[in-house]
Nanobody, 131 residues
C-alpha cells in the first residue's frame, strides 16, 4: 500500500518557479514507481516524469517531452518525498498537479498512466500561472 500527499501549489507569474512536494508513505513507498502528472481543465491527464526505484535502467528518471528543459524531479529517500521543481513557468502550465504511484508487478515505469496496472493517486495541488 502507499499514500501520497502533494503540497506546494499556488499562483506564480509567467517565468517564475515553483517546487511541489509529494510525501510518500506506506509499505510500498520505496519499491513503487513514482511519478508526477497534471491535468488542465478540459484536457486529458499528461505525464510529466517518473522515478523507477528498481534499478532496471541506468537512469531511474524518465521525463515526458513536456518536462524536458524546465522540470526536474528529485527522489529523497531520507525524507520519503518526490519533489517536482518547475522553472520558467508558462500560462499553459496551469493545471492540477498529481503525484502517483504504480504498484503493479511488471508494469512499465513510464510517464503514461494508461500503462500503469495498479495506480494510486494523491489529491492533487493546483498550480496557476498568470500575470
Amino acid at each position: 500500500q502507499v499514500k501520497l500527499m502533494e503540497s506546494g501549489g499556488g499562483s506564480v507569474q509567467p517565468g517564475g518557479s515553483l517546487t511541489l512536494s509529494c510525501a510518500v508513505t506506506g509499505s510500498s513507498a520505496r519499491t513503487a514507481c513514482l511519478g508526477w502528472f497534471r491535468q488542465a481543465p478540459g484536457k486529458e491527464r499528461e505525464g510529466i516524469a517518473v522515478f523507477d526505484p528498481t534499478g532496471r535502467s541506468s537512469d531511474p528518471i524518465t521525463y515526458a517531452n513536456i518536462a524536458k528543459g524546465r522540470f526536474t524531479i528529485i527522489r529523497d529517500n531520507d525524507r520519503n518525498t518526490l519533489d517536482l521543481q518547475m522553472n520558467n513557468l508558462k500560462p499553459e502550465d496551469t493545471a492540477m498537479y498529481y503525484c502517483a504511484a504504480d504498484l503493479g508487478v511488471g508494469s512499465f515505469c513510464v510517464p503514461v498512466s494508461s500503462l500503469w496496472t495498479e495506480p494510486y493517486w494523491g489529491q492533487g495541488t493546483q498550480v496557476t500561472v498568470s500575470s
